[in-house]
């Protein structure tokens, strides 16, 4: 039972109950405004005046809390132990809504893979996938890969992120370390554009070959097809009348 003196989520709005909201702390990467971000009067939502800053969660520091600690500790030291300081492959250590994030820079990323699994006091076996990200102005890292990696032997959860710039999106790849990773890996690179060097066969599993650009980048047009129905004609999304 949730205790008495905790904000109400159904009637308090406050910032100990709003979802995604960091005050001044965290790195600020754009200005959103709007509900959803639209420009040049597309937004037909009438929540065109909204005024939010997007951040992205800052480092963590010393003590992480629970077992955050003896991960970092042991992975840390497992890298040091193959001559590779921490801080050169680490770039950032968050930890946000009680999960850890590893940044990893990118041409490290296999053997921090590969550490994390083989390591006995970490074992995390499984990798349920990689998922992309765009923050458009996030500038010199705009792409984003994400590894959630599972051990089932400690029962954990943590998560693995690299960035690449839009103008050099080349991320090595994680099947030779994880081999479910395969069509995941060909999945992001359909739909973000980002490119796994060492992939066995990184090709579209989506759309179509010959397809055109990546339709889950934030600068991706809107576009669309006109849906017909008997007596009446919708119109493709980019074309509808916008209310702001």
């Known amino acids: 039972m949730s205790d008495i003196n905790e904000p109400n989520p159904d009637k308090e709005l406050s910032?100990?109950?709003?979802?995604?909201?960091?005050?001044?702390?965290?790195?600020?990467?754009?200005?959103?405004?709007?509900?959803?971000?639209?420009?040049?009067g597309g937004d037909t939502t009438g929540y065109g005046g909204l005024v939010r800053s997007v951040r992205l969660p800052g480092p963590a520091t010393r003590p992480y809390g629970g077992w955050f600690d003896e991960v970092a500790d042991e992975l840390e030291g497992a890298l040091e132990e193959q001559n590779l300081l921490p801080d050169n492959a680490i770039e950032k250590t968050v930890v946000d809504r009680g999960e850890i994030t590893f940044h990893i820079a990118r041409e490290h990323l296999v053997?921090?893979?590969?550490?994390?699994?083989?390591?006995?006091?970490?074992?995390?076996?499984?990798?349920?996938?990689?998922?992309?990200?765009?923050?458009?102005?996030?500038?010199?890292?705009?792409?984003?890969?994400?590894?959630?990696?599972?051990?089932?032997?400690?029962?954990?959860?943590?998560?693995?992120?690299?960035?690449?710039?839009?103008?050099?999106?080349?991320?090595?790849s994680l099947v030779s370390v994880y081999p479910t990773n395969d069509w995941h890996e060909r999945e992001t690179y359909d739909f973000f554009g980002l490119v796994?060097?060492?992939?066995?066969?990184?090709?579209?599993?989506?759309?179509?070959?010959?397809?055109?650009?990546?339709?889950?980048?934030?600068?991706?047009?809107?576009?669309?097809?006109?849906?017909?129905?008997?007596?009446?004609?919708?119109?493709?999304?980019?074309?509808?009348?916008?209310?702001?």
């Open 111 to 172: 053997r921090v893979a590969k550490t994390l699994r083989d390591d006995p006091a970490l074992r995390f076996e499984l990798c349920t996938g990689v998922s992309g990200v765009h923050y458009l102005e996030d500038k010199g890292r705009e792409l984003h890969a994400v590894y959630h990696l599972r051990s089932i032997t400690h029962g954990r959860l943590i998560r693995l992120e690299v960035s690449a710039p839009d103008s050099d999106p080349h991320v090595p």
């Open 196 to 244: 796994f060097d060492g992939h066995p066969a990184l090709t579209r599993i989506m759309m179509p070959d010959d397809w055109q650009g990546f339709p889950q980048r934030k600068d991706y047009p809107l576009g669309g097809i006109p849906v017909e129905y008997k007596g009446a004609q919708i119109p493709a999304p980019d074309q509808r009348r916008s209310y702001s």
């Open 15 to 40: 910032a100990q109950n709003l979802p995604g909201q960091r005050g001044d702390h965290g790195e600020e990467i754009r200005v959103q405004r709007g509900m959803f971000g639209a420009k040049n």
